[in-house]
């Protein structure tokens, strides 16, 4: 008997980490650009406390979205694995360890960010000297070569194969490859420091992928869970 386990569990996984870019994208419209696009090395801590409950939410997001994207990866590959073992399995071991770094990344700003915050506001000029020194690291996924480059890299990969085999409905690989495009200019900015401030191109690159990774995902999710049925 085929056991459809990995699909039916892959495709639930795969709608919620959906549904968790939909809560990012949301508590990103709302919160201020300070927190968000801003460069200012004081904004996370000046503005942390009257949108205490937004960030959560959207660290929140972040977190379980990429937990649940640890059960996504496995089932998505599994569907184009028999074309190009080789680079499915690189990729989705580099997407794997993205997903755990945002898991990280993010729960280390839930517990931290406020009280770090807490410790800037209430300290002296040498403890916010110490919070706010410019380019100290805070992230493990410093210029987002995991989040965006490895994540964009193996949705790039599944998707052509997925393509070029039939294996997915068109549309769905299309979508695919899309939201591929959109992670790498995302990623761009990061590491071409003067593009972001083209604000063209930070509303084109971001929000091409706030539309794209939630329709991706949910679609994704459905076709897994109908492979987990039949």
Known sequence: MKDNSLYKLGGISSMLVGISYVVIAV??????????????????????????????????????????????????????????????????????????VTILDNYWAIVMNPLRAAAYITGNEAWRGALTVPGAPQWIDVQNWLGFGAVGLWILVVSLLALR??????????????????????????????LSGVVIFTVVSVGGGVVLAPILYIWMGIFLRHNGSS
């Open 165 to 194: 085999s039939n294996v997915w409905p068109k549309g769905l690989a299309y979508v695919g490859i899309a939201a591929a495009i959109f992670y790498f200019l995302a990623l761009a900015p990061d590491i071409i420091p003067s």
């Open 27 to 100: 508590t990103g419209l709302l919160l201020p650009t300070a927190l968000t696009y801003g460069n200012d090395v004081q904004s996370p801590f000046m503005y942390l406390e009257e949108n205490l409950g937004l960030l959560m939410t959207q660290y929140w997001a972040y977190t379980l979205g990429a937990v649940f994207a640890l059960a996504m990866i496995p089932a998505v590959s599994a569907t184009v694995q028999h074309l190009n073992e080789g680079w499915v399995r690189w990729t989705s071991t580099l997407a794997t360890l993205a997903f755990a």
